[in-house]
């Protein structure tokens, strides 16, 4: 149970670096990450929050990904519901920056805390976060690579977001090129291998428990 545990405060402390990330993103100033340009474009129209809006489409893709026959995880429902709370918190108390300069250093610690929260939240190993596991089914049903899958995916909410009000620019540039790179860093820091990690299921954690409760 110790592990158990252990792994549960991994993947709350992966998505808190992973909340506070997106937030500094968009209060860089410069242009949003494509899923935030999708996010914040959907609450300006509907008057909704950014984190709520953030657990509506995360509730919705895990609709989506379960009916395309993915299997999901706890982790899965962190990811939809943490984030967005967390959001909704840390928001308000992080002020836009003032210039390109400080938007630029404001965005590139927001996407080195993104690496560092995936490393965290991914090596608990209860399950991708909703967006990713989108990305597996489309990979899974279309035979397209993986890469080409999460590209898709990404310009479409883009588009969408950017017809609905949401920033685009320098910043989204600078966040699709640093991305990739920042997670390789951050997962050779803490030598860590994301093929290495098998997912436990929601079925797979319930067994884990059960098990744990017998030997008590």
């Not at 210039?99 to 399950?127: D, E, K, Q, T």
């Amino acid at each position: 149970m110790k592990h158990f545990f252990m792994r549960l405060f991994m993947l709350v402390a992966g998505l808190a670096f992973f909340s506070l990330g997106i937030v500094l993103t968009i209060k860089a100033n410069i242009g949003y990450a494509p899923w935030d340009v999708f996010h914040v474009g959907l609450a300006d129209t509907v008057g909704l929050s950014i984190g709520t809006v953030s657990i509506a489409v995360g509730i919705l893709i895990g609709v989506i990904i379960i009916i395309l026959g993915e299997k999901i995880g706890i982790g899965t429902f962190f990811n939809m519901v943490l984030v967005g709370i967390k959001i909704d918190i840390i928001f308000p108390h992080v002020p836009l920056a003032e210039n390109l300069f400080s938007g630029i250093a404001v965005m590139l610690l927001g996407i080195f805390l993104m690496a560092i929260g995936s490393c965290f939240y991914m090596r608990s190993a209860f399950g991708a976060g909703p967006r990713d596991s989108l990305m597996v089914a489309l990979n899974r049903k279309t035979r397209l690579p993986v890469g080409l899958c999460r590209f898709i995916l990404e310009l479409s909410v883009l588009i969408i977001g950017l017809l609905l009000g949401g920033m685009v620019g320098i910043g989204t540039a600078i966040f699709v090129a640093g991305i990739g790179l920042a997670i390789q860093a951050v997962f050779r820091l803490f030598r860590f291998d994301a093929k290495s990690v098998k997912h436990e299921t929601l079925r797979d954690t319930f067994m884990t428990l059960k098990n744990a409760m017998r030997q008590r």
